[in-house]
Protein backbone atom coordinates (compact mmCIF):
# COMPACT_ATOMS: atom_id res chain seq x y z
CA UNK A 1 0.00 0.00 0.00
CA UNK A 2 0.94 3.34 -0.55
CA UNK A 3 1.26 5.55 2.67
CA UNK A 4 1.81 9.34 0.77
CA UNK A 5 -2.14 8.50 -0.45
CA UNK A 6 -4.86 10.19 1.54
CA UNK A 7 -7.32 8.13 3.79
CA UNK A 8 -9.97 9.25 1.03
CA UNK A 9 -8.01 7.98 -1.73
CA UNK A 10 -7.65 4.64 -0.44
CA UNK A 11 -11.77 4.20 0.78
CA UNK A 12 -12.81 1.17 1.09
CA UNK A 13 -16.27 1.14 0.43
CA UNK A 14 -17.72 1.59 -2.78
CA UNK A 15 -17.53 -1.47 -5.04
CA UNK A 16 -21.13 -3.21 -5.22
CA UNK A 17 -21.92 -7.21 -5.34
CA UNK A 18 -24.64 -8.68 -7.00
CA UNK A 19 -26.81 -10.02 -4.28
CA UNK A 20 -26.52 -13.44 -4.29
CA UNK A 21 -29.85 -15.46 -5.25
CA UNK A 22 -31.11 -18.58 -6.54
CA UNK A 23 -30.32 -16.68 -10.11
CA UNK A 24 -27.12 -15.45 -9.71
CA UNK A 25 -25.62 -18.77 -11.17
CA UNK A 26 -27.52 -18.46 -13.94
CA UNK A 27 -25.96 -15.06 -14.54
CA UNK A 28 -22.82 -16.12 -14.07
CA UNK A 29 -23.26 -18.75 -16.62
CA UNK A 30 -24.75 -16.27 -19.45
CA UNK A 31 -21.21 -14.56 -18.84
CA UNK A 32 -18.97 -17.19 -18.77
CA UNK A 33 -20.75 -18.94 -21.99
CA UNK A 34 -20.23 -15.17 -23.59
CA UNK A 35 -16.61 -15.35 -22.56
CA UNK A 36 -16.02 -18.70 -22.59
CA UNK A 37 -13.67 -18.41 -26.00
CA UNK A 38 -11.24 -16.42 -24.50
CA UNK A 39 -11.24 -18.05 -20.52
CA UNK A 40 -10.33 -21.07 -22.92
CA UNK A 41 -7.44 -19.38 -24.42
CA UNK A 42 -6.19 -17.97 -21.26
CA UNK A 43 -6.52 -20.65 -19.09
CA UNK A 44 -8.21 -18.24 -16.38
CA UNK A 45 -11.24 -17.53 -14.84
CA UNK A 46 -12.39 -14.61 -16.11
CA UNK A 47 -11.39 -13.67 -19.50
CA UNK A 48 -9.89 -10.12 -18.74
CA UNK A 49 -6.28 -9.31 -19.20
CA UNK A 50 -3.58 -6.94 -17.26
CA UNK A 51 -2.62 -4.96 -20.31
CA UNK A 52 1.30 -4.86 -19.64
CA UNK A 53 2.12 -1.44 -18.73
CA UNK A 54 6.41 -0.58 -18.61
CA UNK A 55 7.49 -0.01 -15.18
CA UNK A 56 4.10 -1.00 -13.75
CA UNK A 57 3.20 -4.36 -14.72
CA UNK A 58 6.08 -6.28 -12.62
CA UNK A 59 5.51 -9.45 -10.50
CA UNK A 60 3.47 -7.78 -8.03
CA UNK A 61 0.50 -6.68 -9.72
CA UNK A 62 0.53 -9.69 -12.07
CA UNK A 63 0.69 -12.41 -9.40
CA UNK A 64 -1.99 -10.53 -8.31
CA UNK A 65 -4.38 -10.45 -11.28
CA UNK A 66 -3.38 -13.53 -11.92
CA UNK A 67 -4.14 -14.89 -8.49
CA UNK A 68 -7.58 -12.69 -8.68
CA UNK A 69 -8.72 -14.78 -11.76
CA UNK A 70 -7.37 -12.18 -14.71
CA UNK A 71 -4.40 -12.91 -16.37
CA UNK A 72 -1.16 -10.61 -15.79
CA UNK A 73 0.88 -9.76 -18.41
CA UNK A 74 4.93 -8.79 -17.85
CA UNK A 75 6.03 -5.76 -19.41
CA UNK A 76 9.35 -6.28 -20.33
CA UNK A 77 9.82 -2.75 -21.91
CA UNK A 78 12.34 -1.42 -19.93
CA UNK A 79 14.03 -5.11 -19.27
CA UNK A 80 16.96 -6.72 -20.44
CA UNK A 81 16.75 -10.71 -20.94
CA UNK A 82 18.59 -11.46 -17.64
CA UNK A 83 16.17 -9.02 -16.01
CA UNK A 84 12.95 -10.42 -17.61
CA UNK A 85 14.02 -13.83 -16.54
CA UNK A 86 14.61 -12.76 -12.99
CA UNK A 87 10.75 -11.37 -13.33
CA UNK A 88 9.19 -13.96 -14.88
CA UNK A 89 10.82 -16.41 -11.85
CA UNK A 90 9.45 -14.01 -9.17
CA UNK A 91 6.35 -14.30 -10.21
CA UNK A 92 6.00 -17.93 -10.91
CA UNK A 93 6.65 -17.84 -7.20
CA UNK A 94 3.66 -15.32 -6.29
CA UNK A 95 1.49 -17.02 -8.43
CA UNK A 96 0.35 -20.58 -9.54
CA UNK A 97 -1.80 -19.27 -12.46
CA UNK A 98 -1.34 -18.36 -15.63
CA UNK A 99 0.60 -15.17 -17.02
CA UNK A 100 2.47 -13.51 -19.70
CA UNK A 101 4.75 -11.78 -20.99
CA UNK A 102 5.12 -8.56 -23.28
CA UNK A 103 7.29 -8.18 -25.59
CA UNK A 104 8.00 -5.00 -27.94
CA UNK A 105 9.14 -6.16 -30.96
CA UNK A 106 11.56 -3.11 -31.51
CA UNK A 107 13.62 -3.88 -28.68
CA UNK A 108 17.36 -4.68 -29.71
CA UNK A 109 17.42 -8.24 -28.04
CA UNK A 110 13.82 -9.36 -29.00
CA UNK A 111 15.29 -13.08 -30.27
CA UNK A 112 17.23 -13.04 -26.93
CA UNK A 113 13.99 -12.25 -25.06
CA UNK A 114 11.56 -14.50 -26.94
CA UNK A 115 14.74 -17.18 -25.74
CA UNK A 116 14.10 -16.67 -22.03
CA UNK A 117 10.49 -16.84 -22.50
CA UNK A 118 10.37 -20.27 -24.52
CA UNK A 119 13.18 -21.62 -21.60
CA UNK A 120 10.69 -20.31 -18.66
CA UNK A 121 7.70 -22.23 -20.41
CA UNK A 122 5.86 -18.94 -20.38
CA UNK A 123 2.52 -19.98 -21.87
CA UNK A 124 1.33 -16.44 -23.28
CA UNK A 125 3.36 -13.92 -25.46
CA UNK A 126 2.17 -10.43 -26.44
CA UNK A 127 4.17 -8.85 -29.24
CA UNK A 128 3.58 -5.15 -29.14
CA UNK A 129 4.84 -2.16 -30.27
CA UNK A 130 5.22 -2.35 -34.29
CA UNK A 131 4.01 -5.68 -36.33
CA UNK A 132 5.79 -8.29 -35.68
CA UNK A 133 7.58 -10.28 -38.31
CA UNK A 134 6.74 -14.08 -39.12
CA UNK A 135 9.92 -15.37 -38.06
CA UNK A 136 9.30 -13.94 -34.70
CA UNK A 137 5.67 -15.19 -34.50
CA UNK A 138 6.88 -18.55 -36.01
CA UNK A 139 10.17 -18.95 -33.31
CA UNK A 140 7.51 -18.85 -30.47
CA UNK A 141 5.01 -21.13 -31.76
CA UNK A 142 7.61 -23.76 -32.59
CA UNK A 143 8.75 -22.91 -28.88
CA UNK A 144 5.14 -24.00 -27.00
CA UNK A 145 4.22 -20.41 -26.64
CA UNK A 146 0.63 -19.00 -27.51
CA UNK A 147 1.08 -15.55 -29.53
CA UNK A 148 -0.95 -12.61 -28.91
CA UNK A 149 -0.39 -9.68 -31.48
CA UNK A 150 -1.98 -6.00 -31.56
CA UNK A 151 -3.67 -5.44 -34.37
CA UNK A 152 -4.91 -1.86 -35.68
CA UNK A 153 -6.90 -2.89 -38.45
CA UNK A 154 -8.98 -5.75 -39.77
CA UNK A 155 -6.50 -6.20 -42.78
CA UNK A 156 -3.19 -6.15 -40.37
CA UNK A 157 -5.23 -8.45 -37.87
CA UNK A 158 -5.61 -11.22 -41.28
CA UNK A 159 -2.01 -10.55 -41.81
CA UNK A 160 -1.30 -11.53 -38.47
CA UNK A 161 -3.29 -14.59 -38.14
CA UNK A 162 -2.08 -15.94 -41.28
CA UNK A 163 1.24 -15.38 -39.91
CA UNK A 164 0.18 -17.72 -36.97
CA UNK A 165 -0.58 -15.05 -34.38
CA UNK A 166 -2.86 -17.60 -32.04
CA UNK A 167 -4.85 -14.03 -30.89
CA UNK A 168 -5.48 -10.96 -31.52
CA UNK A 169 -5.92 -7.44 -29.17
CA UNK A 170 -7.61 -4.57 -30.88
CA UNK A 171 -6.37 -1.41 -29.11
CA UNK A 172 -8.59 2.03 -30.12
CA UNK A 173 -7.17 5.49 -29.53
CA UNK A 174 -8.89 5.63 -26.12
CA UNK A 175 -6.52 3.80 -24.39
CA UNK A 176 -3.33 4.52 -22.44
CA UNK A 177 0.29 3.96 -23.94
CA UNK A 178 1.41 4.28 -27.26
CA UNK A 179 -2.14 4.40 -29.48
CA UNK A 180 -3.62 4.14 -33.25
CA UNK A 181 -5.57 6.58 -34.36
CA UNK A 182 -9.43 5.24 -34.51
CA UNK A 183 -11.25 4.30 -31.74
CA UNK A 184 -12.14 1.00 -29.72
CA UNK A 185 -15.91 1.20 -30.61
CA UNK A 186 -15.08 1.73 -34.51
CA UNK A 187 -12.03 -0.91 -34.46
CA UNK A 188 -14.67 -3.51 -33.03
CA UNK A 189 -17.58 -2.73 -35.13
CA UNK A 190 -13.96 -3.37 -37.98
CA UNK A 191 -12.59 -6.12 -36.86
CA UNK A 192 -15.18 -8.85 -34.14
CA UNK A 193 -17.67 -9.48 -37.19
CA UNK A 194 -14.96 -10.47 -39.45
CA UNK A 195 -12.66 -12.60 -37.18
CA UNK A 196 -14.04 -15.75 -36.56
CA UNK A 197 -11.17 -18.05 -36.46
CA UNK A 198 -9.05 -16.44 -33.65
CA UNK A 199 -10.27 -15.06 -30.07
CA UNK A 200 -10.28 -11.39 -30.24
CA UNK A 201 -9.34 -9.55 -27.43
CA UNK A 202 -10.66 -5.48 -26.87
CA UNK A 203 -8.60 -3.10 -24.98
CA UNK A 204 -8.77 0.92 -24.75
CA UNK A 205 -11.11 2.66 -22.67
CA UNK A 206 -12.69 -0.54 -21.36
CA UNK A 207 -13.75 1.18 -17.52
CA UNK A 208 -16.86 -0.88 -16.28
CA UNK A 209 -18.33 -4.16 -16.38
CA UNK A 210 -20.69 -2.97 -18.75
CA UNK A 211 -18.74 -1.79 -21.49
CA UNK A 212 -16.81 -5.52 -21.38
CA UNK A 213 -20.26 -6.92 -21.65
CA UNK A 214 -21.23 -5.13 -25.04
CA UNK A 215 -17.78 -6.00 -26.62
CA UNK A 216 -18.25 -9.31 -25.50
CA UNK A 217 -21.71 -9.62 -26.75
CA UNK A 218 -20.35 -8.36 -30.18
CA UNK A 219 -17.77 -11.10 -30.40
CA UNK A 220 -15.30 -10.32 -28.41
CA UNK A 221 -13.34 -13.50 -26.53
CA UNK A 222 -12.02 -10.65 -23.49
CA UNK A 223 -10.97 -7.77 -23.00
CA UNK A 224 -7.83 -5.54 -21.89
CA UNK A 225 -7.21 -2.86 -19.20
CA UNK A 226 -4.82 -1.11 -18.32
CA UNK A 227 -5.39 2.45 -17.08
CA UNK A 228 -8.04 0.63 -13.90
CA UNK A 229 -4.49 -1.12 -12.75
CA UNK A 230 -2.87 1.00 -12.25
CA UNK A 231 -4.22 2.23 -8.64
CA UNK A 232 -4.55 -0.94 -7.51
CA UNK A 233 -2.72 -1.69 -3.60
CA UNK A 234 -0.42 -4.05 -5.60
CA UNK A 235 0.90 -1.33 -8.13
CA UNK A 236 4.56 -0.05 -7.43
CA UNK A 237 3.45 2.95 -9.11
CA UNK A 238 4.57 6.24 -6.90
CA UNK A 239 1.59 7.55 -4.38
CA UNK A 240 2.09 10.69 -6.90
CA UNK A 241 1.46 8.87 -9.51
CA UNK A 242 -1.53 7.30 -8.21
CA UNK A 243 -2.61 10.98 -6.89
CA UNK A 244 -2.48 12.38 -10.85
CA UNK A 245 -4.57 9.02 -12.05
CA UNK A 246 -7.18 9.51 -9.39
CA UNK A 247 -7.64 13.53 -9.77
CA UNK A 248 -7.99 12.88 -13.38
CA UNK A 249 -10.93 13.27 -15.38
CA UNK A 250 -11.67 11.62 -18.70
CA UNK A 251 -10.69 14.83 -20.94
CA UNK A 252 -6.97 14.98 -18.92
CA UNK A 253 -5.34 11.98 -20.78
CA UNK A 254 -4.56 13.44 -24.23
CA UNK A 255 -2.70 11.97 -27.31
CA UNK A 256 0.88 13.58 -27.35
CA UNK A 257 1.13 16.57 -30.27
CA UNK A 258 2.95 17.05 -33.55
CA UNK A 259 3.79 20.09 -34.53
CA UNK A 260 5.17 19.74 -38.00
CA UNK A 261 4.23 16.72 -40.57
CA UNK A 262 7.83 16.54 -41.91
CA UNK A 263 8.80 15.54 -37.69
CA UNK A 264 6.48 12.76 -36.82
CA UNK A 265 5.76 12.13 -33.19
CA UNK A 266 4.26 8.59 -32.68
CA UNK A 267 1.39 9.43 -30.83
CA UNK A 268 0.82 8.40 -27.30
CA UNK A 269 -1.92 9.41 -24.45
CA UNK A 270 -1.04 10.50 -21.11
CA UNK A 271 -1.92 12.91 -18.73
CA UNK A 272 -1.63 16.43 -19.38
CA UNK A 273 1.36 18.33 -17.05
CA UNK A 274 4.18 20.69 -17.86
CA UNK A 275 5.99 17.90 -19.73
CA UNK A 276 3.45 17.97 -21.95
CA UNK A 277 4.19 22.21 -22.89
CA UNK A 278 7.76 21.80 -22.66
CA UNK A 279 7.34 19.15 -25.55
CA UNK A 280 5.48 21.87 -27.47
CA UNK A 281 8.39 24.41 -26.84
CA UNK A 282 11.40 21.71 -27.50
CA UNK A 283 9.62 20.54 -30.97
CA UNK A 284 9.03 24.04 -32.30
CA UNK A 285 12.87 25.24 -31.15
CA UNK A 286 14.86 21.70 -32.96
CA UNK A 287 12.58 22.91 -35.96
CA UNK A 288 13.43 26.12 -35.81
CA UNK A 289 17.33 25.45 -36.14
CA UNK A 290 16.29 23.06 -38.53
CA UNK A 291 14.58 25.56 -40.58
CA UNK A 292 18.12 27.46 -40.11
CA UNK A 293 19.95 24.89 -41.60
CA UNK A 294 21.55 24.10 -37.78
CA UNK A 295 20.58 20.49 -37.79
CA UNK A 296 20.31 17.70 -40.24
CA UNK A 297 16.31 16.20 -40.51
CA UNK A 298 18.22 13.00 -38.65
CA UNK A 299 19.57 15.01 -35.61
CA UNK A 300 16.27 16.88 -35.38
CA UNK A 301 14.13 14.08 -35.14
CA UNK A 302 16.35 12.11 -33.10
CA UNK A 303 16.35 15.29 -30.56
CA UNK A 304 12.51 15.15 -30.85
CA UNK A 305 12.15 11.08 -29.93
CA UNK A 306 14.92 11.89 -27.39
CA UNK A 307 12.53 14.00 -25.01
CA UNK A 308 10.92 11.46 -23.87
CA UNK A 309 13.51 8.95 -23.12
CA UNK A 310 13.23 7.57 -19.49
CA UNK A 311 10.13 9.80 -19.17
CA UNK A 312 7.48 7.14 -17.78
CA UNK A 313 10.02 5.25 -15.17
CA UNK A 314 10.57 9.07 -13.77
CA UNK A 315 6.80 9.49 -13.18
CA UNK A 316 6.00 5.65 -12.18
CA UNK A 317 8.89 4.97 -10.40
CA UNK A 318 10.32 8.44 -8.98
CA UNK A 319 6.79 10.22 -8.58
CA UNK A 320 7.92 13.46 -11.37
CA UNK A 321 4.72 14.24 -12.13
CA UNK A 322 5.86 17.31 -13.88
CA UNK A 323 8.82 16.22 -15.97
CA UNK A 324 7.44 12.61 -16.40
CA UNK A 325 5.27 11.24 -18.79
CA UNK A 326 1.97 10.16 -16.95
CA UNK A 327 0.41 7.56 -19.74
CA UNK A 328 -3.06 7.03 -18.81
CA UNK A 329 -5.95 6.22 -20.97
CA UNK A 330 -9.29 7.93 -20.81
CA UNK A 331 -10.81 5.25 -18.63
CA UNK A 332 -8.80 7.38 -16.21
CA UNK A 333 -12.02 9.20 -15.34
CA UNK A 334 -13.26 5.68 -13.63
CA UNK A 335 -10.06 5.81 -11.32
CA UNK A 336 -11.52 7.22 -8.38
CA UNK A 337 -9.17 5.48 -4.89
CA UNK A 338 -6.51 3.05 -4.53
CA UNK A 339 -8.32 -0.58 -5.09
CA UNK A 340 -7.24 -3.92 -4.50
CA UNK A 341 -6.98 -5.82 -7.60
CA UNK A 342 -9.58 -8.55 -6.90
CA UNK A 343 -11.62 -5.58 -6.10
CA UNK A 344 -10.83 -4.23 -9.21
CA UNK A 345 -11.93 -7.44 -10.92
CA UNK A 346 -14.93 -8.28 -9.25
CA UNK A 347 -16.27 -5.06 -9.64
CA UNK A 348 -16.18 -5.52 -13.37
CA UNK A 349 -17.65 -8.53 -13.00
CA UNK A 350 -20.53 -7.18 -11.23
CA UNK A 351 -20.95 -4.41 -13.30
CA UNK A 352 -21.79 -7.10 -15.98
CA UNK A 353 -23.93 -9.45 -13.77
CA UNK A 354 -26.60 -6.74 -13.16
CA UNK A 355 -27.00 -6.08 -16.86
CA UNK A 356 -27.69 -9.64 -17.27
CA UNK A 357 -30.46 -9.71 -14.62
CA UNK A 358 -31.65 -6.65 -15.34
CA UNK A 359 -32.15 -8.32 -19.05
CA UNK A 360 -33.36 -11.49 -17.56
CA UNK A 361 -35.58 -9.63 -15.41
CA UNK A 362 -37.07 -8.02 -18.02
CA UNK A 363 -37.83 -11.18 -20.34
CA UNK A 364 -39.11 -12.82 -17.30
CA UNK A 365 -41.86 -10.67 -16.02
CA UNK A 366 -45.54 -10.17 -17.60
CA UNK A 367 -45.47 -6.55 -19.44
CA UNK A 368 -47.88 -4.26 -19.26
CA UNK A 369 -49.18 -2.13 -22.29
CA UNK A 370 -51.11 1.20 -21.67
CA UNK A 371 -54.32 -0.35 -22.93
CA UNK A 372 -53.32 -3.09 -20.30
CA UNK A 373 -53.58 -5.73 -22.36
CA UNK A 374 -50.64 -8.25 -21.16
CA UNK A 375 -47.56 -8.06 -23.43
CA UNK A 376 -45.86 -11.67 -24.35
CA UNK A 377 -42.38 -11.22 -23.69
CA UNK A 378 -42.42 -14.38 -26.25
CA UNK A 379 -42.90 -12.04 -29.14
CA UNK A 380 -40.36 -9.34 -28.26
CA UNK A 381 -37.41 -10.64 -30.66
CA UNK A 382 -33.59 -11.01 -29.25
CA UNK A 383 -30.31 -9.39 -30.65
CA UNK A 384 -30.16 -9.61 -34.40
CA UNK A 385 -28.00 -12.39 -35.77
C1 LIG B 1 1.28 3.55 -18.02
C2 LIG B 1 1.02 2.66 -19.21
C3 LIG B 1 2.07 1.94 -19.78
C4 LIG B 1 1.83 1.08 -20.85
N1 LIG B 1 2.88 0.34 -21.35
C5 LIG B 1 2.63 -0.58 -22.32
C6 LIG B 1 3.66 -1.46 -22.77
O1 LIG B 1 4.78 -1.41 -22.28
N2 LIG B 1 3.37 -2.37 -23.73
C7 LIG B 1 2.11 -2.45 -24.28
O2 LIG B 1 1.88 -3.29 -25.14
N3 LIG B 1 1.10 -1.65 -23.87
C8 LIG B 1 1.33 -0.73 -22.89
N4 LIG B 1 0.30 0.03 -22.41
C9 LIG B 1 -1.08 -0.25 -22.90
C10 LIG B 1 -1.77 -1.30 -21.99
O3 LIG B 1 -1.14 -2.55 -22.05
C11 LIG B 1 -3.24 -1.52 -22.34
O4 LIG B 1 -3.36 -2.10 -23.61
C12 LIG B 1 -4.05 -0.24 -22.32
O5 LIG B 1 -3.79 0.45 -21.12
C13 LIG B 1 -5.52 -0.58 -22.41
O6 LIG B 1 -6.31 0.56 -22.49
P1 LIG B 1 -6.79 1.40 -21.19
O7 LIG B 1 -5.63 2.23 -20.83
O8 LIG B 1 -7.92 2.20 -21.73
O9 LIG B 1 -7.20 0.42 -20.14
C14 LIG B 1 0.53 0.93 -21.37
C15 LIG B 1 -0.53 1.67 -20.80
C16 LIG B 1 -0.30 2.52 -19.73
C17 LIG B 1 -1.46 3.27 -19.12
Redesign the pocket.
Known amino acids: MNEALTAGDRAAGGSYRVEPNGNTASWRAELDQLWHRGRAFLGTDLAILG????W?SERTLVAAISNAGGFGVI?S?SMSPAQLAAEIIATAERTQRPFGV?L?TMHPQLTELIDVCLEHRVSHV?L??GLPNGAAIGRLRDGGAQVVCFAPALVIARKLTRLGANAIVI?GS????HIGPVSTAVLAQEVLPHLPDVPVFV????GRGEAMLSYLEMGAAGV?????F?CAFESIAHAAFKRAFIRAAARDAVPSAQLDARFPVIPVRALANPATERFRDVQREVIDRFNRGELSQKDAQLEIEHFWAGA?RRAVIDGDVEGGSL?????VGMVTREQGTADILAELVDQALRVIAARQHRFATPRVATSGAVIDDAEIPGPAG
Do not use: F, W
Not at 51 to 54: E, I, L, N, Q, V
Not at 327 to 331: F, P, R
Open positions: GAMTVAGNIVAGEEAGGAGGVQLGTRVLMAGQS
